[in-house]
């Protein structure tokens, strides 16, 4: 087997580079508005952001916060190699944040009754990581 593809033959699993920045910001408790500032290609800050939103029943914000997100993580994904299909792992800790920005997006759009964003969001989250569809929930 090439090591470029994976085990059913589909694309090789795409493993974004790690950003310690923001990842360690985060950790250390700094707000995550000032990690997005700071970071604003971040998606890790603006998942925390669409978190804290969701969290504080702030749904259309925290819809916009995951929208960032997903987009930044798409712009990353892309540049990483990614054709617009296949694995995007949980276990790979720097995907984590367009992984939960994207979580964060079905979220947001169930709550507001956007319903075909809201399958689009949890299919792909779904087919890019049964295991971060699985944990985040």
């Known amino acids: 087997m090439a090591i ?6 589909g694309p090789p699993p ?5 950003e310690p920045g923001p990842r360690e910001l985060l950790e250390a408790g700094t707000a995550p508005e000032e990690v997005a500032a700071q970071y604003p290609t971040s998606s890790l800050a603006w998942a925390r952001l669409a978190d804290a939103a969701y969290e ?3 749904v259309v914000e925290s819809y916009a916060y995951a929208r960032t997100g997903y ?4 712009d990353a994904l892309r540049r990483n190699g990614w054709k617009g299909h296949g694995p995007v792992p949980w276990e790979h800790e720097p995907n984590r944040g ?6 964060a997006l079905a979220r947001a759009a169930q709550a507001i009754g956007e319903k075909e964003e809201y399958e689009r969001c949890a299919t792909f989250l779904r ?3 049964p295991l971060a569809a699985d944990t985040l929930g």
């Open 4 to 9: 470029h593809e994976n085990l059913l033959g």
């Open 14 to 18: 795409t493993h974004l580079p790690d």
């Open 56 to 58: 504080g029943g702030r």
């Open 71 to 74: 987009h930044r993580g798409l």
């Open 98 to 103: 367009f992984l939960r920005a994207l979580h």
């Open 127 to 129: 087919d890019s990581s």
